[in-house]
T-cell receptor
């Protein structure tokens, strides 16, 4: 009963390094989301993909790119990491975009030095 | 654009007491409304959602929420809190058309006293 799987769970980067956060869901959901969670700020939407082949910007897309590789996988890339991107990143999915995020992964805790 | 406010950052209740967590939203029409719970080190779990119809919504773990259009509120309630309910709770609002961006509140952390 995997649901939404995120890798890695923890990562430390140096400023300027790049990395890709991976997310996969096994529920045949159409929509997928990337959020970041910072203390006192709730969750903020970075990008979402309403369906395979489409992606759209959320509230805080600057510094990030995404790829909806197939229906299962939705990756988030930091091209040149900055300390302001230190956060906990959550991937989520839903059957269709109108239902809101239904299932969340356990998060990736990213620190950028 | 929609927005959501959770006025209480922290709430402490005794085990067995009733609970109400507040959520106020701003949106031009009736939005989609959600409550999620997050335990430490975990992702969020959907407790319940409101799309339309009956304004009293039942969710998992014994939670319910009531949509009040006149007050722009969607408060979460539980009649009797258990120690395992200690967690952080998030309200979220979604537009019913257009971009389908779901905006989260800043959360309310619940502490339960034995």
């Amino acid at each position: 009963n995997a649901g939404v799987t995120q890798t890695p769970k923890f990562q430390v980067l140096k400023t300027g390094q790049s990395m890709t956060l991976q997310c996969a869901q096994d529920m045949n959901h159409n929509s997928m989301y990337w959020y970041r969670q910072d203390p006192g700020m709730g969750l903020r939407l970075i990008y979402y993909s309403a369906s395979e082949g489409t992606t759209d910007k959320g509230e805080v897309p600057n510094g990030y790119n995404v790829s909806r590789l197939n229906k299962r996988e939705f990756s988030l890339r930091l091209e040149s990491a900055a300390p302001s991107q230190t956060s906990v990143y959550f991937c989520a999915s839903s059957e269709i975009r109108g239902l809101g995020p239904q299932h969340f992964g356990d998060g990736t805790r990213l620190s950028i030095l | 654009a929609q927005s959501v406010t959770q006025p209480d950052i922290h709430i402490t209740v005794s085990e067995g007491a009733s609970l109400e967590l507040r959520c106020n939203y701003s949106y031009g029409a009736t939005p989609y409304l959600f409550w999620y719970v997050q335990s430490p080190g975990q992702g969020l779990q959907l407790l319940l959602k409101y799309f339309s119809g009956d304004t009293l919504v039942q969710g998992i773990k014994g939670f319910e929420a009531e949509f009040k259009r006149s007050q722009s509120s969607f408060n979460l309630r539980k009649p009797s809190v258990h120690w395992s309910d200690a967690a952080e709770y998030f309200c979220a609002v979604g537009a019913t058309s257009g971009t389908y961006k779901y905006i989260f509140g800043t959360g309310t952390r619940l502490k339960v006293l034995a």
